[in-house]
């Protein structure tokens, strides 16, 4: 499928840094209004540019126009490109404000072509983990999420000093005038939407706790910089969704039923580790022990936060394992490895992948319009349920979505593969014994 970027800045080289493992994405060129930038991404990864936006949407090659533009410009960015008939990928969200998603859906679906984005978290291998192992049945029925998106204090981070491996700078200020919220919040509703359905009712707050983030000047200054969401869906699941420029990283997902929990450690890596807990007396007792609650691998032998799980492998899984092309030096192979491994790991272009291949296959896309419309909702509910807070009804919905074949017909099965630690069985006659009189 034959590709179009229009934005060439920080996030474009977290796309590049698995285009080596796409060969089926044929990148045609890149424009960015910043020719500064686009000479720059041409001279490095050896891209051509168009001298303008007119001129990207009018080669008939381009199939695809992917939309990493400030969000500000989401709107006519994605219109345009839908007037001359292309497909789009955007960046998330969509808009910012509903009305113009709904106009864009409708649009995309007037010009029969397919308009959808980003996040791509729900096609990687920790997701797909997390999906099929509650399908399964392994935690038993679902009935909460606890979602962390805490990003660290931004206020202390230098974020205007952060460049991207071809010395794009960082958009703190953008960032800090859109909010962690609109930001950041869809890593976690993407997952959380497409496993249990349609949200019902939102009890939200947000709030701007941290006044002075930066010297440069923010317009507006007080967007929130903290928001937490209580969400009850449509089959009865309820979920916590927390969002913060100010609090230390924390990027969880928690998934608990009333048999079991199953986690992962960060919704920023394709291949987070995810750990599956069948509760048993034992584990639950076991929390109860300072000792066995703030020594992970002491308490693991007792059941506390169960075992580790094989992650469901997907068709790219290779992909966020290497990175080739984007940095050279060998501080940045250093700094890439390191990052791979310990911080995060996305592979961007996966969305593209996945996008590409549906409409080459002539099937409806993993995420359906409704669905990324009624995540936008949700995600501009928080982000103005302001500090009085507000219990908000979406009018938005969507028909509830399944897993991807390959996931779904995965071989493993997450609740008859699992064994409890040989601690925890030795220690439950212990446990009965200590809780009687």
């Known amino acids: 499928m034959k590709i179009a970027f229009v934005g060439c800045g920080y996030v474009f080289d977290i796309y590049m840094r698995t285009r ?30 168009y001298p303008s936006l007119e001129a990207l949407l009018a080669d008939p090659e381009v199939e695809i126009v992917v939309n990493l533009t400030s969000i500000g410009s989401h709107y006519e960015t994605i219109r345009r490109a839908l007037l001359a008939g292309k497909h789009v ?20 679906q007037e010009k ?19 999906w ?24 202390l981070m230098q974020l205007e000093k ?10 703190y200020a953008e960032e800090f005038q859109e909010g962690c919220t609109v930001e950041h919040i869809g890593y976690h509703l993407v997952w959380i939407c497409a496993m249990f359905g349609p949200v019902t009712s939102v009890t939200a707050f947000s709030n701007a ?25 449509a089959n009865g699941v309820a979920a916590r969704i927390t969002c913060t420029w100010v609090s230390p990283r924390d ?13 992962a450690d960060n919704a920023f890596h394709d291949q987070a580790a995810v750990h599956l807990e069948r509760f048993s007396r034992v584990s639950l007792s076991a929390r109860k022990a300072y000792t066995l609650r703030t020594q992970p691998w002491l308490g693991r032998l007792f059941g506390i936060g169960g075992r580790r799980q094989p992650l469901v492998r997907r068709w790219k ?42 409409i080459e296959e002539r099937r409806p896309q993993p995420m359906q319009p409704d669905f990324l419309i009624h995540m936008n909702e949700i995600t501009l509910m928080i982000q103005r349920a302001g500090p009085g807070g507000a219990t908000l009804k979406p009018t938005t919905t969507f028909a509830p979505l399944q897993p991807l074949a390959d996931v779904a017909g995965n071989p493993r099965n997450y609740r008859s593969g699992y064994r409890p630690q040989p601690m925890e069985r030795v220690m439950a006659g212990l446990v009965e014994a200590l809780h009687k009189r």
């Open 89 to 108: 990928y955007t960046e998330k969200p969509t808009t910012t404000e509903l009305a113009q998603t709904q106009e864009l859906f409708a649009m995309a």
């Open 162 to 171: 952060v460049q991207s491996p071809t010395g794009a700078p960082f958009p």
């Open 251 to 263: 990027h969880r997902m928690r998934i608990i039923g009333e048999q079991g929990e199953i986690t």
């Open 132 to 155: 099929k192992a509650v399908r399964d049945g392994a935690i038993g029925k679902p009935v909460l999420v606890y979602a962390e998106l805490d990003d660290n204090p931004a206020h």
């Open 20 to 49: 080596w493992a796409h060969p089926e994405l044929d990148i045609r060129g890149v424009f960015d209004i910043n020719t500064t930038r686009s000479d720059t991404v041409s001279r490095h990864y050896g891209f051509h540019v």
């Open 317 to 358: 899984s290779h992909a966020v394992e290497a990175e080739r092309g984007v940095g050279r030096s060998l501080k940045h192979k250093l700094v890439s490895w390191l990052r791979r491994r310990e911080v995060y790991a996305q592979d961007k272009l996966l969305g593209i992948a996945e996008m590409a291949r549906a």
């Open 209 to 233: 706790l941290v006044t002075h983030k930066t010297d440069t000047p923010l317009n507006p200054a007080d967007t929130p910089d903290f928001s937490v969401g209580c969400l009850q869906f």
């Open 112 to 130: 029969g072509v397919v308009l959808t984005g980003a996040p791509c978290n729900l096609y990687t291998d920790s997701v797909s983990t997390l």
